[in-house]
């Protein structure tokens, strides 16, 4: 007999705002409960975390769920299926993101062959790929969950082409804009955009003193600005090593802030990204 979760496993981060972190992949789960609703942010790898979600949320509040996904990385949306086939009829994204999970959604099924088998063979109860309905572009959207709002908002292209942000009170949860404890992941990222997105949030610290990554442990604004200096000095050191000719820029690689696969997957995003103006950038 498998023992459920308990009430322990949320962490309280703020006023009417938890975290739940999934074993997998340290995917954090977010849950806001208002008056009339509660809203769960992402909603993981398949319909085995996703059940180990909902039962989690149902421990601390009953309310009708409305789901978000913070973009279109399998740990985070596909428990989406199980969500709708529990009652939850709103799952929100970001436009570019929606069309992400489409085009790439079946590919992402062998992501997840390890945590959760069904969702990788497509075979199963609530293995479909379910797109969110709500959809949010350039203009914020509140979402009003009786006595309590939290906030929708993109503020540009970064780990991937729709990263959603959800702002809860002094909370943000930042979907993988930010990570804590592993290296941030860059293979569809936009390094050049990422890093004015991350000095936009950096902007807004005044707003959002608590900062949930996508993966690891609850950071602040110290975190973020750390890892906005890594990737600036990351940009430079590759930006120097694929401008000079003579240089073989994977020779980069070993002298970057990351892991060798991310190194490798930033400096293929640079090359694919960039644009006249990032090459006579003064960074
Ligand atoms: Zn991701």
Redo the contacts with the bound molecule.
């Keep these: 007999m498998t023992q459920g979760p308990t009430e322990s496993s949320w962490e309280r981060v703020g006023d009417r705002t938890y975290v739940l972190t999934l074993p997998a992949f340290k995917a954090n789960i977010g849950l806001v409960i208002g008056d009339e609703k509660a809203v769960v942010i992402d909603t993981g790898a398949g319909p085995g975390e996703a059940a180990t979600i909902h039962a989690a949320v149902r421990e601390i509040t009953d309310l009708p769920l409305v789901a978000v996904n913070t973009?279109a990385?399998a740990?985070?949306f596909f428990g989406n299926a199980y969500f709708a086939a529990h009652g939850v009829e709103d799952i929100w994204a970001h436009a570019a993101a929606v069309e992400a999970m489409e085009a790439t959604g079946e590919k992402q099924r062998a992501l997840v062959a390890g945590s959760e088998p069904d969702m990788a063979a497509a075979a199963g109860e609530h293995t479909e790929l379910r797109l969110p309905n709500c959809t949010v572009a350039d203009e914020p959207v509140d979402l009003d969950l009786g006595g309590y709002t939290v906030t929708l908002f993109h503020l540009g292209r970064g780990?991937?082409a729709g990263d959603l942000l959800i702002g809860s009170g002094n909370v943000l949860f930042a979907?993988?804009l930010v990570e804590e404890g592993t290296h941030p992941?860059f293979e569809d990222s936009y390094p050049y955009e990422w890093r004015k997105t991350l000095g936009k949030m950096i902007a807004i610290d005044e707003l959002y003193s608590v900062v949930v990554p996508?993966h690891g442990r609850v950071v602040d604004q110290d975190y973020v600005r750390s890892q906005l200096r890594n990737l600036r000095q990351a940009i430079r050191m590759c930006n120097t090593a694929i401008h000079e000719a003579s240089v073989d820029y994977t020779k980069a690689v070993p002298v970057l802030p990351y892991g060798p696969t991310q190194s490798r997957h930033l400096i293929l995003r640079l090359k694919a990204t960039e644009t006249p103006a990032d090459t006579i950038m003064p960074h």
Excluded: A, N, S, V
């Design positions: 973009h990385h740990d985070h780990h991937t979907g993988d992941e996508g």
